[in-house]
């Protein structure tokens, strides 16, 4: 049984900051998505992980994954209050059609 | 494009009332899901369909019930609400995404926020 867990689950930083949230997996998962929430609102998808060593990014915020170590990081560069929401990543086990998802991250950036 | 849509938006049940909630998108997806979203629990999955006429129980289905009679529609049911289903309730569609490969990527609606009293 695949289970996701996220580290940290509440993190306040100051913009210009730089830090990271962590999203570790328990079996095999060949694919890790990263979604956002903001409050009151559905959920948007920020990145695909399709491959060991994958890295993607957009903006200030660069997804990686690390099959082997069953590890993805979201990392925020010089983090901007517009960045303020819940992170939410979830893996998939192959040749399952359903996702299994982290407890999520709140991330309050201040002023 | 809608995406994938919900209805209703808001809802306030009686203990032992029933209501259907309704999920359609638009975007051709094999692929329909629904999930629970609790505070501090992220989300979890209640039921899911892989094709139309297909449905299967997911994490936390007791409760519940769907059904997948078209592709794009895909209905849950809770026949005697209990205040132990208070919460907000996403229903996501997948597969296939030709942008991103081979992904099972969810698109999520905006939700039903439902109370249970």
């Known amino acids: 049984e695949l289970k996701v867990e996220q580290n940290p689950l509440f993190l306040s930083m100051q913009e210009g900051k730089n830090y990271t949230i962590y999203c570790n997996y328990s079996?095999?998962?060949?694919?890790l998505y990263w979604y956002r929430q903001d409050p009151g609102k559905s959920l948007e998808s920020l990145f695909v992980l399709l491959s060991n060593g994958a890295v993607k990014q957009e903006g200030r915020l660069m997804a990686s994954l690390d099959t082997k170590a069953r590890l993805s990081t979201l990392h925020i560069t010089a983090a901007v209050h517009d960045l303020s929401a819940t992170y939410f990543c979830a893996g998939q086990i192959q040749g399952a059609q359903k996702l299994v998802f982290g407890q999520g991250t709140r991330l309050t950036i201040n002023p | 494009n809608a995406g994938v849509t919900q209805t209703p938006k808001f809802r306030v049940l009686k203990t032992g009332q029933s209501m259907t909630l309704l999920c359609a998108q638009d975007m051709n997806h094999e692929y329909m899901y629904w999930y629970r979203q609790d505070p501090g629990m992220g989300l979890r999955l209640i039921h899911y369909s892989v094709g139309e006429g297909t449905t299967a129980k997911g994490e936390v289905p007791d409760g519940y019930n769907v059904s997948r009679l078209k592709k794009q529609n895909f209905l849950l049911g809770l026949e005697s609400a209990a205040p132990s289903q208070t919460s907000v309730y996403f229903c996501?569609?997948?597969?296939?995404?030709?942008?991103?490969?081979?992904?099972?990527?969810?698109?999520f609606g905006p939700g039903t926020r439902l109370t249970v009293t």
């Open positions: 996501a569609s997948s597969y296939p995404t030709p942008k991103r490969g081979s992904s099972y990527e969810q698109y």
């Open positions: 079996t095999t998962s060949d694919r």
